[in-house]
């Protein structure tokens, strides 16, 4: 079996940076796109926020920039300009994180790129929606998880308003742009028919949020406040174990009464017998549940939650994820040998029947392939 990724064959022009866009890109790279990742002179911002084997190659830069090649180009220049013009000629895919403003005063917005190859696919990544009043504002991820509400819901869970500690709405976004621009690409495909393509994370993080909080304020008029009261209940949290801690949803009806009859808590009883009765006072029952974990080990929880079929989960660090069992049984892990040593990346979480993905090359250093991709284009190299 050949082993080459459902968008081999695919051009990419990337000129993104930090998160958003090179996880779109990353991606995209994994399933065997050529992703040229087009750098100034400085480099991207994310060769040096994290520690790394050498300057400017930062963990986080090396895992959302794998798979690409690195080319230096100056675009204020006429000869960087004129390079990335020829480039964009041959490509599938033009994808920005620049601002609208920025990228158009730099001869590069989506009608001088169709003027050059008319069929290109042209993602921008936006922090908001050039449509909108905020359309010029500089976005970060902490700056939209404020605007979609998720301090005010962390608020409502822990008391306390504060971030996720992950940067969600930098990877939720970077997730949309690669299905949004695959759809385009898939139209191509179909029609011939190149489009410019807008992926925002303010509204990527909006639709995120209100899939399940818009809840009783989706109709008109509202029914009930926008929340969606099981996630913000005080006591969803892991349950506290006798040496431990774990994590266990007894949630349906089947698994509410396969946990009764193996544990026969006293406070069960007709006034919990169904969802509907459970989820009107979820709150007292993930209370109720709590106290009753203190009372077995997390193994004997889970040995016996496990026998019935109810969802149960150790709570892990992220260190103990880079050694987990399953994951090193499914061949999550790939090990890739490197200029700069060994890296250890988690790979594509994805599985493909004829079209695997992989890892196909090393994050690169900064300007690593300009040469190769100058004499792609019949450019000299200076």
Not at 8 to 34: E, K, N, S, W
Request: proline share 6%; net charge negative.
């Amino acid at each position: 079996m050949k082993h080459s990724g459902p968008l081999t064959g695919v051009r990419i022009v990337d000129l993104t940076a930090m998160v958003m866009g090179p996880y779109c890109t990353q991606i995209m790279a994994d399933m065997g796109a050529d992703v040229l990742k087009i750098e100034s002179p400085a480099g991207d911002n994310t060769r040096y926020i994290s520690v790394g084997p050498e300057p400017g190659l930062g963990g986080v830069f090396v895992n959302v920039n794998r798979g690409k090649r690195s080319a230096v180009l100056d675009l204020r220049t006429d000869e960087g300009a004129g390079v990335l013009r020829d480039l964009i000629a041959d490509a599938d895919v033009f994808i920005h994180s620049m601002r609208g403003s920025a990228i158009t005063k730099l001869g590069f917005g989506y009608d001088d790129v169709a003027a050059v190859n008319p069929s290109i696919v042209y993602t921008n990544c936006y922090g908001y929606g050039r449509r909108g009043p905020d359309a010029d504002l500089t976005a970060y991820d902490d700056t939209i998880q404020a605007e979609c509400g998720l301090p005010h819901v962390q608020e409502q869970l822990t008391g306390e308003s504060g971030y996720v500690g992950t940067i969600i709405a930098d990877k939720v976004a970077g997730l949309t742009a690669v299905y949004a621009t695959t759809m385009a690409l898939f139209h191509r495909e179909r029609t011939g028919e190149g489009q410019e393509v807008e992926v925002a994370m303010f509204e990527t993080m909006a639709a995120f949020m209100l899939v399940e909080h818009a809840n009783g304020a989706l109709f008109t008029p509202a029914l009930g406040p926008a929340v969606y009261p099981r996630a913000v209940a005080p006591n969803r949290k892991p349950y506290r174990t006798k040496d431990g801690e774990i994590s266990a949803m007894v949630y349906n009806d089947k698994q509410w009464a396969a946990f009764v009859d193996a544990v026969d808590p006293p406070w069960a009883g007709a006034h919990f017998a169904t969802l509907e009765q459970r989820a009107r006072q979820i709150d007292t029952v993930y209370a109720l549940l709590g106290e009753t974990f203190l009372e077995r080990t997390t193994q004997e929880w889970l040995d016996l939650l496990r026998s019935h079929d109810i969802p149960a989960a150790p709570v892990r660090t992220l260190d103990e994820l880079l050694n987990n069992e399953h994951l090193d049984a499914v061949n999550f892990f790939e090990d890739v040998d490197t200029p700069y040593g060994s890296v250890r990346f988690p790979g594509p979480p994805t599985w493909f029947s004829r079209t695997p993905g992989r890892i196909a090359r090393p994050a690169p250093r900064l300007g690593e392939h300009t040469e190769e991709v100058l004499n792609e284009v019949g450019r000299a190299w200076s």
